[in-house]
């Protein structure tokens, strides 16, 4: 069964490549957050050159944007080493090829990503309920934006929610294995991490945290084995690229917007509330592994989206986790039409807005915004029903 499961999945995988090659690839190159990576992997392993060093970048900007183009943000490798691993076979490939079949991966991984989601929530929706998930999941602003930059936030996504379910059937172990892979991108899990460590450390699991360090030292050593020096490179290009890149902080954005010109201070005030209403919800579920649990999981996504200083909005995937969780509650206090009817709202909306506010050829920041603010109140009125 499962083997005839694979080979149906293999062939409609290599039929879509195909497609996505023959009509999309070949026409429009693009894939800006993905060809960095491929170009800075293929460097080492064909050439055996640092792909983190200014050359190597020079030249990416170069075929991103041409000789002459002066660019507004870094196309460096800017990647912890051991994400080549997630792609390693498509070095090999012309980019036209490793960019059809990039972009398809990221559909079957946004594909498992929903499957993983719907186990986690324990929800069997009808053949047709999830014909609609996977074409929602597939029109969300977030996750269409992912696949075609060819970002790697659904994969973080992903490996966030095996880790989750792990948790959830007592495999502590492959859940600190399954965190450890979350590193690929790190600015996404800085404070997720951290939270499901000290909450295993509350509840003694310490398998998670065995799984973790194991997880991540094999990371490390296999990476180290292609390239020793690369934590030293990574730290310096990250350097220049914090440089290059600029602020994109969403409170920032969102101070620019009510209050222009106001002081940092308030700023700051609102960073260090929400960051308080984290660790409050961090207290609240460091002993428990039931509501309080997932209610500190949600807060700290939707922290970890406003907080810190580098962000985008592709890493709104993430609060896939949260969304299907309050998507179950809905369907059973409203019924499936009232939620069909404010799910299909809000992705039109997040369209809208951003074929309002699109500039050129880049996102307006206000995209930082609608998701993680209405995160933000979903949470807080969830609070005060509580009390």
């Excluded at 074409?135 to 790697?152: A, D």
Aim: hydrophobic fraction near 55%; charged fraction near 15%; glycine fraction near 10%.
């Amino acid at each position: 069964m499962w083997l005839l499961v694979g080979l149906l999945v293999g062939a409609l995988f290599a039929l879509e490549s195909m497609a996505v090659h023959a009509f999309f690839t070949t026409r429009f190159p693009g894939g800006n957050d993905f060809y960095p990576r491929w170009a800075g992997a293929r460097a080492l392993l064909l050439e055996g050159r640092d792909p983190y060093s200014p050359e190597v970048t020079a030249e990416i900007q170069a075929d991103i944007l041409g000789p002459t183009r002066e660019a507004k943000n870094s196309f460096s490798f800017a990647f912890p080493l051991p994400v080549v691993f997630l792609f390693w076979p498509l070095v090999y490939c012309s980019y036209d090829w490793a960019q059809a079949t990039w972009m398809v991966t990221l559909q079957w991984v946004g594909v498992a990503t929903v499957i993983g989601l719907l186990r986690l929530e324990r929800l069997r929706p009808s053949p047709i309920g999830l014909a609609g998930l996977f074409l929602g999941t597939f029109f969300f602003y977030p996750v269409v934006r992912t696949i075609i930059l060819g970002q790697f936030t659904l994969h973080v996504t992903l490996f966030l929610v095996a880790a989750l379910w792990a948790l959830q059937h007592g495999r502590d172990g492959w859940a600190g294995m399954w965190l450890a892979a979350t590193f690929i991108k790190p600015q996404m899990v800085v404070f997720i991490v951290p939270w499901l460590v000290v909450w295993a450390v509350g509840r003694r699991r310490w398998r998670l945290v065995g799984g973790l360090l194991a997880g991540g030292g094999l990371l490390l050593l296999a990476s180290l084995a292609l390239f020793p020096r690369w934590p030293v490179s990574f730290l310096e290009d990250v350097r220049r690229y914090s440089g290059v890149a600029g602020g994109r902080n969403p409170l920032a954005v969102l101070m620019g917007l009510v209050w222009p010109g106001g002081p940092e201070a308030v700023r700051y005030g609102l960073a260090g509330l929400l960051l308080l209403a984290m660790l409050t919800a961090w207290r609240r579920g460091w002993q428990d592994d039931g509501e309080s649990f997932l209610r500190a999981v949600y807060w700290t996504i939707v922290v970890s989206l406003l907080v810190p200083f580098q962000t985008g909005s592709t890493n709104q995937v993430m609060l896939f986790i949260p969304l299907f969780a309050w998507l179950h509650r809905s369907l059973e206090r409203w019924g499936r039409w009232w939620v069909l009817m404010g799910v299909s709202v809000l992705l039109v909306a997040l369209w809208a807005l951003f074929l309002s506010t699109v500039k050129g050829e880049w996102e307006n920041p206000v995209m930082f915004l609608p998701l993680p603010l209405l995160s933000l109140a979903v949470l807080v009125g969830s609070e005060v029903r509580c009390r």
